[in-house]
């Protein structure tokens, strides 16, 4: 079924300093990471601290994740369907992920590949080491932690999401904890890749869940 946009709810993750850009028909549901109970950790993790407080503690029948500043293409908001999943759109590089994350970063990031690869292979996340080497050596990328889709596919997809992360975080929280700068935010980029290998194995993940990507807009 076709969903209105007044049917989509978007929690729009954002700073109490630093407000929502956009306008859009959604509803739109500010969600201030430097406050509440997962504060600590929004400066390293961003948009996912939103996740982790959403989390199997959520009714909305449709909801999604956005920012302060990305949204999705406000015409599209009117034309989703209820039962789909949306992701989004990817961005292919004219060279391979694990370079783009590397010179993006200013190698400030670099022990992560091998952090990822080593839980992998210990079986402590949920994607393996064939997953992940597929990802990080493509040039294909879904750039941002965009997500929205009915309750049960985001909880599913929150599931997915903790069960990378919170291994991550806590083997390498020293880590994270003493990057600077952009690099603060450490646990959020590399999620995104992370991320990037399920969307590239979503079978797998999500069975036969629909699945689309979206464009969105950067506000300045």
Known sequence: MKLAAKDVFLYAVCLKDLHVRFDTNARVIPFYGDQGEHADVNPYWGELSCMYSLWNDCNKPFFGIVNYRRNWE????????????????????????????????????????????????????????????????????????LVMGPNEAMQKYFDIVFDILLPIWEEGKDYFLSRVGYNKRGPAFLMERLLTAVYLNKEHFFGTQKIQELPFVLYR
């Not at 060279?95 to 590949?113: A, C, I």
Request: zero cysteines.
């Open 74 to 145: 406000e015409y599209r908001l009117s034309q989703l369907d209820d039962d789909t999943l949306y992701i989004p759109k990817h961005v292919v590089f004219p060279f391979s992920v694990q370079r783009q994350f590397s010179e993006g970063h200013g190698g400030g990031l670099n022990e992560t590949v091998e952090l990822s690869l080593e839980l992998a292979r210990d079986k402590r996340i949920p994607l393996t080491e064939e997953m992940l080497l597929e990802m990080w050596n493509q040039p294909k990328f879904f750039e941002t932690l």
